[in-house]
């Protein structure tokens, strides 16, 4: 069973547009990892948030982390075509959601 | 470094048939991972290795499914028979335990199976 759930299922923005993507899931964990899948790929690693932190970027990439809502947000911004592609939260027994399926127009 | 390498890369098959996925993680790896993939959904875990020890195959149908990792290096996952829902993709991951439960998957591009 998923272990983690992301919404919205899926998402179309314009080039240059922010992109916000959330996960939620059942049980503590120690940290939470964010992943994306371009079609026909395996999944990639984007980055990790530890319990303790709040919020860490990478790039264009901004990662928050609320335990007590047990929820998780992963906003890209200024979005380019590039981008298109499924992104997964997975929790730290690697377990992951349905997945955030991005479409960025040109 | 190498990737994940996993093959074959598609695979045709009528029902009943057995089919067998092969993973070869990055070497130096000791933690890998199975997932089955449907169509529009995250993957599932099937089973997770610590060297050549299955630690977590709650998962993993066992009536039809079965896995391998003799020697704790590559691994092979293996159904027999095959059903129609048995259709999806089989990833491979593979990650470094020695940065603990932080260590990031690396994943193969995964074996596209069709059950006809």
């Given at each position: 069973s998923q272990q983690g759930e992301e919404d919205p299922q899926a998402l179309s923005i314009q080039e240059g547009e922010n992109a916000t993507m959330n996960c939620s899931y059942k049980t503590s964990i120690n940290n939470l990892q964010w992943y994306r899948q371009n079609s026909g790929r395996g999944l990639v690693h984007l980055i990790l948030i530890r319990s303790n932190e709040r919020e860490k970027h990478s790039g264009r990439l901004r990662v928050t982390l609320d335990t007590s809502k047990k929820s998780s947000s992963l906003l890209i911004t200024a979005s380019r075509a590039a981008d298109t592609a499924s992104y997964f939260c997975g929790r730290d027994d690697m377990r992951f959601g349905a997945g955030t399926r991005l479409t960025v127009k040109p | 470094e190498a990737g994940v390498v996993q093959s074959p890369r598609y695979k045709i098959i009528e029902k009943k048939q057995p089919v067998a996925f092969w993973c070869n993680p990055i070497s130096g790896h000791n933690t890998l991972y199975w997932y089955l993939q449907n169509l529009g959904q995250g993957p599932e875990l099937l089973i997770r290795y610590e060297n050549e020890e299955a630690v977590d195959d709650s998962q993993l149908p066992k009536d039809r499914f079965s896995a391998e990792r003799l020697k704790g290096v590559d691994s092979t996952l293996k159904i027999?028979?095959?059903?129609?829902?048995?259709s999806a993709v089989y990833l491979c991951a593979s990650s470094d335990r020695a940065g603990g439960r932080e260590s990031p998957l690396h994943f193969g591009n995964g074996t596209r199976l069709t059950v006809t």
């Amino acid at each position: 069973s998923q272990q983690g759930e992301e919404d919205p299922q899926a998402l179309s923005i314009q080039e240059g547009e922010n992109a916000t993507m959330n996960c939620s899931y059942k049980t503590s964990i120690n940290n939470l990892q964010w992943y994306r899948q371009n079609s026909g790929r395996g999944l990639v690693h984007l980055i990790l948030i530890r319990s303790n932190e709040r919020e860490k970027h990478s790039g264009r990439l901004r990662v928050t982390l609320d335990t007590s809502k047990k929820s998780s947000s992963l906003l890209i911004t200024a979005s380019r075509a590039a981008d298109t592609a499924s992104y997964f939260c997975g929790r730290d027994d690697m377990r992951f959601g349905a997945g955030t399926r991005l479409t960025v127009k040109p | 470094e190498a990737g994940v390498v996993q093959s074959p890369r598609y695979k045709i098959i009528e029902k009943k048939q057995p089919v067998a996925f092969w993973c070869n993680p990055i070497s130096g790896h000791n933690t890998l991972y199975w997932y089955l993939q449907n169509l529009g959904q995250g993957p599932e875990l099937l089973i997770r290795y610590e060297n050549e020890e299955a630690v977590d195959d709650s998962q993993l149908p066992k009536d039809r499914f079965s896995a391998e990792r003799l020697k704790g290096v590559d691994s092979t996952l293996k159904i027999q028979p095959a059903e129609l829902g048995d259709s999806a993709v089989y990833l491979c991951a593979s990650s470094d335990r020695a940065g603990g439960r932080e260590s990031p998957l690396h994943f193969g591009n995964g074996t596209r199976l069709t059950v006809t």
